[in-house]
């Protein structure tokens, strides 16, 4: 088996609901949520806290959870997770390093298990993710939520905001929504991979989707799509939030409460 680590990158300064890393309605800070499920997975020997912000590694650190501090420069939390493998609170050199943005509470440890042993079983892949069913035509036309298609290999082809695959129907392409699968924002990384993404130079497509992967497919990268049953939900907005709220135990601080 591979060293696997996970990453959580955390910063404040989110511009559709700012702060919402430390929104505590549950009595846990947000962010912790996403830790906890990262902590259950098997294939994992350490899960980190990465962030700018001190009151985000002051939150971690009071509940025993290993944090690496890094500048606000970088754009992404992936560019946020290489910065932090290069500090000198990371143990040894893991292999795989999984990046599971702080804002995913719901993510499923046994997905994260199956990202770091697809790395291990395809040494080709830079890069494993996650997809999972649409909920039906209004995920399709969201712009809020992201669409992926893949080759039959599991291999990505292209993510985008829009509406994919669009047909000659236009508007009508909506039908056909169970063509596309809606893509579950967490990486795992091989750890060369990982390291040389800040260099990677800023993609038009990337710019035009705001899509940090879209740089990586233009880069030539292979990406690996796992198909998951499992239906987690970024936290984006206020709405998010408190849809987020009715699926957990009040006071659930180890993530065991998610329905």
Not at 46 to 59: F, H, I, K, N
Not at 227 to 247: C, N, Q, S, V
């Amino acid at each position: 088996m591979s060293s696997a680590i996970a990453m959580i990158p955390v910063r404040l300064g989110s511009s559709r609901l700012p702060g919402k890393a430390l929104l505590r309605d549950t009595g846990s800070p947000l962010f912790l949520h996403t830790v906890r499920r990262a902590q259950a997975a098997q294939r994992l020997s350490q899960v980190y806290v990465a962030s700018d912000a001190p009151e985000v590694l002051t939150a971690s650190e009071q509940e025993g959870v290993p944090t690496l501090s890094t500048s606000d420069r970088p754009r992404t939390g992936s560019e946020r997770c290489a910065e932090a493998l290069s500090t000198p609170g990371v143990q040894g050199e893991p292999e795989i390093i999984i990046d599971v943005q702080g804002d995913w509470p719901e993510i499923d440890p046994e997905d994260l298990d199956r990202l770091v042993q697809a790395l291990e079983e395809d040494p080709s892949a830079q890069v494993a993710t996650l997809a999972c069913p649409l909920d039906g035509p209004e995920d399709l036309a969201s712009p809020h939520v992201v669409k992926v298609l893949t080759r039959p290999d599991g291999q990505a082809l292209y993510f985008s905001r829009a509406p994919i695959p669009g047909t000659k129907e236009g508007p009508q392409c909506l039908r056909h929504w169970e063509a596309a699968r809606r893509h579950v924002g967490v990486y795992a990384f091989r750890r060369e991979a990982l390291l040389s993404l800040p260099r990677l130079p800023e993609s038009r497509l990337e710019q035009l989707e705001e899509l940090e992967q879209l740089r990586w497919l233009e880069a030539g990268w292979r990406i690996l799509v796992l198909h998951t049953d499992k239906r987690p939900r970024g936290i984006e907005t206020l709405e998010d939030y408190k849809a987020f709220l009715l699926r957990v135990q009040p006071c659930d601080k180890d993530g065991s409460g998610i329905k």
